[in-house]
């Protein structure tokens, strides 16, 4: 089951993203989160399970080892 970032959570931080094997996670610069950050989110159908986002992410709770549709805010 893919991982989830959520989204409100997320700083934008993006230790993630070069750490991902796959290269599925991808950086929102704008529109902002609820903190007023950037953030990241997971694309589902790449995503292979690997756990390496969520070791790398400084931010407690911003990651999650499955998927959960409504916390993921993914841009149109
Ligand atoms: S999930 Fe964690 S490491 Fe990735 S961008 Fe968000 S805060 Fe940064
Ligand atoms: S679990 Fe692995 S493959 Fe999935 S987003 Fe995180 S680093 Fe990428």
Same mark, same amino acid.
């Not at 931080?13 to 094997?21: G, K, M, N």
């Not at 996670?25 to 694309?43: D, H, Q």
């Not at 992410?57 to 911003?62: H, K, L, T």
């Given at each position: 089951?893919?991982?989830?970032?959520?989204? $409100?959570? *997320?700083?934008?931080?993006?230790? @993630?993203?070069?750490? #991902? &094997?796959? !290269?599925?996670?991808?950086?929102? =610069?704008?529109?902002?989160?609820?903190?007023?950050?950037?953030?990241?989110?997971?694309?589902? $159908?790449? *995503?292979?399970?690997?756990?390496? @986002?969520?070791?790398? #992410? &400084?931010? !407690?709770?911003?990651?999650?080892? =499955?998927?959960?549709?409504?916390?993921?805010?993914?841009?149109?």
């Amino acid at each position: 089951m893919p991982y989830t970032i959520y989204t $409100d959570v *997320c700083e934008g931080v993006a230790d @993630c993203i070069p750490v #991902c &094997p796959v !290269e599925c996670i991808e950086l929102v =610069e704008e529109p902002k989160n609820a903190k007023g950050t950037a953030y990241a989110y997971v694309k589902w $159908d790449i *995503c292979i399970d690997c756990g390496a @986002c969520l070791a790398a #992410c &400084p931010i !407690e709770g911003a990651v999650a080892d =499955e998927q959960i549709e409504d916390v993921q805010k993914i841009p149109a």
